[in-house]
């Protein structure tokens, strides 16, 4: 039996049913979603109000309204330097990939490959 704590994430994505995606997709590849926000205001609301327990990992959608994930990037770079940080578009913009990526996040998948950052995220954590 494994005893190893699941990657904990957090999630911004202003489309609803990408928070249902999420949480499927998550739990199948032994993931715990821990909270998912409309935009990146309310995720890092969340992030200073639970900051004694903080995620590994927080996934970013490129385009949010209020605050979007290249400002949300920075912010969490910033404020939660141990926080891992994963850009999550349906943008193809190279120069809106490189800011973001700039901004703090590793590395920027499209919506679609959004099983393959999964993927990923699970075997870093067997690993651990």
């Known amino acids: ?23 499927a997709m998550a739990q199948s590849h032994s993931l715990e979603l821990i909270y998912c926000a409309a935009n990146g205001k309310d995720l890092i609301d ?8 903080l995620p590994e990992v927080c996934i970013l959608d490129l385009h949010m309204p209020i605050l979007n ?20 578009t349906s943008s193809s913009e190279e120069s809106e990939r490189i800011e973001m990526l700039e901004g703090g996040a590793e590395q920027i998948f499209s919506k679609e490959e959004m099983t ?3 993927q990923q995220l699970s075997k870093k954590n067997k690993k651990a």
């Open 116 to 118: 393959a950052l999964l």
């Open 1 to 23: 039996m494994d005893t190893k704590s699941k990657c904990k994430i957090v999630y911004a994505d202003d489309a609803m049913i990408h928070h249902v995606m999420m949480k």
């Open 69 to 88: 994930g290249i400002e949300t990037a920075k912010i969490v770079r910033d404020k939660f330097p141990s926080i891992r940080i994963f850009g999550l």
């Open 46 to 53: 969340y992030l200073v109000e639970h900051d004694k327990s």
